[in-house]
Every structure is written in C-alpha cells, then in structure tokens.
C-alpha cells in the first residue's frame, strides 16, 4: 500500500510564496501519477496539479496555472507543490495523491495523504 506523507505548511502573507513536499513509500506500480489537490472550509475538495511520475504532463486547475509548480523527484520518492504569489483563496487543507493513471479528479486517485494546512493571510 502506498504511503503519502505531506510537509510544509504554514502561515504566509499574501504575497508570499510556500513549498510543499509529499513523500511517497510502497510499491511502485501505484504511484504511475501524483497530484495535489485541498479542501478549503466549507467547500469540496478540488483538484490543484498533477504530474506523471516519468516527470511528464504537469497539469493545473485554472485557479493555480502560472502560479503553482508541481514537480516530482524519482530518486528521492517525493513530489512538491511549489506555490508563488499566494492569495488569501488559497487557504486550504492540501492533500497529496497517487493514482496508477493520469490525475485529473478525485476519481483518478487511489491513495490520500492526511493533509496539511495552508493559510494565507491577507
């Protein structure tokens, strides 16, 4: 079973930029995708980015594009959610994810991380 562990949460200002990591363990042929995707209060769990892990396809919601930075290191098993120029609508739980496809939607997702915070403060 894949294991997904997130880091790097925090308190910033608008403005400000935070980097996210997701360690991922367990067998590979789970982990063909990772993705980001956060819940903020009172609203559903979108989908941010996603990335195969060969490195490929980078894929981001509209709300994030030119923002955000997925990247994925293979020989460190980890994948990270680079965040700039954060807005106050950022503030969400944000939860790492695997999928043995390309990830565009919770259906897509096999395996959840537990979260971390992100709050931005305006």
């Known amino acids: 079973q894949v294991q997904l562990a997130e880091s790097g949460g925090g308190l910033v200002q608008s403005g400000e930029s935070l980097r996210l990591a997701c360690a991922a363990s367990g067998p590979t042929f789970s982990k063909h995708a990772m993705g980001w995707f956060r819940q903020a209060p009172g609203k559903e769990r979108e989908f941010v980015a996603s990335i195969l892990w060969s490195g490929a396809s980078p894929y981001y919601s509209d709300s994030v594009k030119g923002r955000f930075t997925i990247t994925i290191n293979n020989y460190m098993n980890t994948v990270s959610l680079q965040m700039k120029r954060l807005k106050p609508e950022d503030t969400a739980v944000y939860y790492c994810?695997?999928?043995?496809?390309?990830?565009?939607?919770?259906?897509?997702?096999?395996?959840w991380g537990k979260g971390t915070l992100v709050t931005v403060a305006s």
């Open positions: 994810a695997s999928g043995d496809r390309p990830i565009v939607s919770d259906r897509d997702v096999n395996y």
